[in-house]
């Protein structure tokens, strides 16, 4: 049996001055020892997505449609806990 991967990966599109950084700040402190990666524009624009024609159609009117899209493809080729930017890690 394969082992999680101790990644944590939170995906922010859209304007990143907006982006949870304080709300970040908490799943790591909670999670020493485990990886974060930060998804954003770049990653949407430069990665070349299985559902690329999906998401280009949504962007101008679903953005979070589009990062549930990025969501299920980073985790079937990464493996990982996906969390929502805005949410809180409270405790382990």
Known sequence: MKTLPKTLHIIWIGDQTQRPDNCIATWLHHHPGWTLKIWG???LSTRTWRCERQMLALAPVDLR????LMRWEILADEGG?????????LRT
Do not use: F
């Open 41 to 43: 524009n770049d990653d």
């Open 65 to 68: 449609a589009v990062v549930d």
């Open 81 to 89: 806990v996906a969390v929502a930017a805005d949410s809180l890690c």
